[in-house]
């Protein structure tokens, strides 16, 4: 009996792991089976991911204290506590904020947050551990950078990144008590008839395809708030502001409503190639990425309790793209 399977990652954007329990760990509590076996966590962390309903054993949640039985499937989510480690590249990066203890990046559409499964370089945390390399060389500090949560690889936008380890905790804090403010644009197929709209359906990973989320009722809790920023003939533009972070948690909720996300092969169901208009399929189709694009963030400094907010426009594509379907002036 394998004891420890690792699923694949999807698109990399999180380390995504499953294990089977053997007949030597039945009948063991799964947050000590957990630290035993995810040695770069604290048991008080991951007991606060079982208790926050992130952790699934058999698709459904759990507490900390429950005994395992053989072959029980434990699935769960983990972002890469810090970067040491990672082999540092000399990869641009756009930074739109830093302090001695956070800096806040507009990551560009293509590019992967850290290195998993098929991915072993050119990610976001290879960019940032050759950063702060040279930062911690001139203060002769310890790399402790941190990714506190995750962008789609073909997502672009805001992600803040932690300096240390306090203000990893820090963040970790707020994104788990929901006081994170992020909102993203997207453009969907449809036109919604009503001015906004809650999304509250929890997600799991599709057993029928381990690669996809679906909305399952045993899932993790998913919220996602929207609300129409400009609509087009067949298409609507959308804030959606999230209150979770599940993995491709906007592109399922807005699949669920009828509105799949432009760009998105894997959830839309072919809506992009039945798009009537030649020019706009054509355009889809070059765009190569989902029109997703994180936009705004707020959140309390980890160090000063300072309201910090940030605002970055989409880049040309995106915007190049809403060109194409304004009406000529």
């Not at 048991?43 to 208790?51: A, E, G, V, Y």
């Amino acid at each position: 009996m394998a004891e420890n399977l690792k699923a694949k990652v999807v698109e990399n954007e999180a380390e995504n792991l499953t294990f089977q329990v053997s007949e030597r760990d039945a009948n063991v509590r799964l947050d000590s089976f957990l630290t035993g076996k995810i040695t770069e966590w604290s048991r008080s962390r991951l007991q606060r991911l079982i208790d926050d309903g992130d952790v699934l054993v058999n698709g459904k949640r759990v507490k900390s204290s429950y005994k395992l039985s053989l072959s029980d499937e434990i699935e769960l989510e983990l972002i890469a506590p810090t970067v040491k480690g990672f082999e540092p590249e000399d990869i641009p990066l756009e930074i739109v904020f830093e302090d001695s203890d956070i800096a806040v990046i507009n990551k560009p559409s293509g590019m992967v947050v850290h290195p998993g499964a098929g991915v072993s370089g050119g990610t976001l945390a290879n960019a940032i551990a050759f950063h702060f390399q040279i930062e911690n060389q001139k203060s002769e500090t310890e790399n402790r950078t941190g990714i506190v949560h995750r962008l789609d690889k073909d997502t672009s936008g805001l992600i803040v990144i932690a300096k240390n380890e306090t203000a990893h905790e820090n963040l970790n804090e707020q994104f788990r008590n929901r006081e994170v403010f992020k909102s993203y644009l997207s453009l969907v197929h449809g036109v919604t008839k009503e001015e906004r709209g809650t999304i509250d359906q929890p997600l799991a990973r599709d057993r029928a395809n381990r690669l996809r989320m679906a909305i399952i009722k045993t899932g993790r809790t998913a919220i996602s708030l929207w609300r129409i920023k400009e609509r087009f003939e067949r298409f609507t533009l959308l804030e959606v502001q999230i209150k979770t972070g599940r993995t491709h948690q906007i592109r399922v909720h807005l699949a669920s409503i009828k509105h799949p996300v432009v760009g998105d092969e894997t959830y839309n169901g072919g809506r992009d190639k039945t798009v009537m208009d030649i020019r706009v399929r054509t355009a889809i189709s070059k765009l190569g990425r989902l029109f997703l694009h994180a936009e705004k963030m707020g959140f309390r400094h980890p160090r000063t309790g300072e309201y910090l907010k940030f605002h970055q426009p989409p880049p040309p594509d995106l915007e190049n793209f809403l060109a194409l379907l304004r009406p000529e002036s």
